[in-house]
């Protein structure tokens, strides 16, 4: 329920320092009542900071068709293995109408496979170094072990490690009782984070590879807080996803990540550290922006339409981008609709210049900011690899969020220089379809024996 407003009359009879004061209050307490009112629907938020009182959005209303996967739609099925490990002969012995009994074989019979996880122990290599004394000058010589053999765990073992904490946020205490359930391996939390970090050493030259080879191409960029004054970065590109994890949030660090090359587009929100991009190299998300739309609808207030008719344009752009991603509108002229003489522009304008004019000050200095920055609102439209969201990037730096709600974020330089090089590799190896494990294992038996680290990319790189 609003406050009454004071009567004209009542403040006419204050001076003026306490009127000033009262107007003071009203502003203040109307901002609080904003801040107290966001949530994930208005704001940058994440949905579990909602309160219960938040109200979903309604169910959508049931379909006229049959549950399940619709006409037209892929099976999913778990492939067939064709050479199995055993095969057993399921034959009738009679008929099922007559009791005959019945022989021979079916050419085609209906195969059914059964997975099943084999008994696991851990294969134990022992070397044993034989000292040998010389019979000459009585001097003794021990034998040396084998290249690439130093401690006691072997390349799979240290990768199933680092799989587990890095990219499953297990922690060290966990992961080491799965690997002695599953595996049978006596570890200790202990050995597991000294595994971490040399890991996290061996990962760092395909970390960089992976920097270098995103920067300059079309990336979407976001950060978090990670806690004990670090922020996680992260950097999505087409061929490669790159997580930093950095002591500040600011246009240095952002340099850092991303490189210096003016050619490359962009894609963010609209956090400040973000706005000295130039305009045509930088695309505002369009996701974040409906947020900004929601907020001066719940605001309730005179610049509620217009944050209704910015919902209503955003809509329209997204369906078209939909026929874009599905083929049925080309890119060129999705291109020509957004045009900036073209009618979708020319309502934008119009609504943003109605919202820069109306009473509410959040809402016109929103309006205000995307008049100014028009141009990155369609950056989109017309370069290549550019989305109009920044989803990717919210979706990858859901590893801090998670991580930080776990255990308030990595505890050392080193812990941190070791997760941002897992969730590198462990995101680029799904971006390119690897299975992880068998990269990792790659790459920390090349480490141990001195080889070059195989490329995670295979030239994807140079493909784009």
């Not at 219960?52 to 399940?68: D, E, I, L, T």
């Not at 130093?150 to 499953?168: K, S």
């Not at 270098?212 to 978090?224: H, I, Q």
């Not at 950097?235 to 490359?264: C, H, K, N, Q, Y």
Request: net charge positive; proline share 7%; glycine share 8%.
């Amino acid at each position: 329920m609003d406050a009454p407003a004071l009567p004209p009359e009542l403040l006419a009879d204050l001076p003026p320092a306490v009127v000033a004061y009262i107007r003071w209050l009203e502003a203040r307490v109307a901002q609080l009542e904003a801040k107290l009112n966001q949530n994930s629907t208005n704001s940058s938020k994440p949905p579990s900071s909602d309160p219960p009182s938040v109200k979903r959005a309604p169910p959508k209303p049931r379909s006229s068709r049959k549950p399940g996967g619709q006409p037209g739609h892929p099976r999913h099925e778990r492939a067939v293995v064709e050479n199995p490990d055993q095969v057993r002969e399921c034959k009738p012995a009679a008929c099922r109408r007559c009791a005959r009994p019945l022989a021979g074989d079916d050419p085609h019979p209906l195969r059914h496979q059964v997975t099943e996880l084999p008994d696991v122990r851990p294969v134990v290599t022992e070397y044993r170094r034989h000292r040998l004394r010389c019979p000459g000058c009585g001097a003794t010589t021990c034998g040396a072990l084998p290249a690439g053999v130093g401690g006691q765990d072997g390349p799979r073992l240290r990768a199933a490690c680092a799989l587990l904490t890095g990219a499953f946020r297990l922690s060290k205490a966990k992961a080491a009782r799965l690997l002695g359930d599953l595996f049978g391996v006596p570890l200790s939390a202990a050995g597991v984070c000294a595994t971490e970090a040399a890991v996290g050493e061996q990962l760092r030259p395909v970390a960089d590879r992976l920097a270098a080879a995103a920067r300059g191409l079309p990336a979407n960029v976001d950060e978090t807080g990670m806690g004990k004054g670090r922020w996680l970065w992260v950097m999505v590109t087409a061929v490669a996803t790159v997580f930093r994890i950095a002591a500040g949030r600011s246009r240095a660090e952002l340099t850092r990540l991303i490189g210096a090359d003016p050619a490359r587009v962009v894609t963010s929100d609209r956090h400040a550290l973000y706005m000295h991009l130039p305009d045509w190299r930088h695309q505002l998300c369009w996701s974040h922006l409906r947020r900004d739309f929601q907020a001066m609808v719940d605001r309730a207030n005179t610049g509620s339409d217009v944050g209704r008719d910015l919902l209503g344009l955003s809509d329209e752009l997204f369906g078209l981008w939909q026929r874009v991603r599905d083929g049925t509108l080309t890119k060129a002229r999705f291109a020509g609709k957004m045009h900036a003489e073209r009618d979708f522009r020319a309502r934008l304008r119009a609504a943003l210049a109605r919202g820069e004019a109306c009473g509410c000050a959040k809402t016109a200095g929103t309006c205000r900011e995307l008049l100014d920055r028009e141009v990155s609102l369609f950056v989109f439209a017309f370069a290549d690899g550019v989305e109009p969201t920044n989803n990717a990037a919210e979706r990858a730096v859901r590893h801090g969020v998670l991580w930080r709600k776990q255990s308030f974020g990595p505890k050392s330089a080193a812990g941190a220089a070791y997760l941002a090089h897992i969730w590198s590799v462990v995101e680029t190896c799904r971006q390119h379809g690897r299975n992880v494990w068998a990269y990792l294992t790659a790459c920390v038996a090349a480490a141990d024996n001195g080889r070059p680290l195989p490329d995670l990319l295979d030239g994807q790189a140079q493909a784009a």
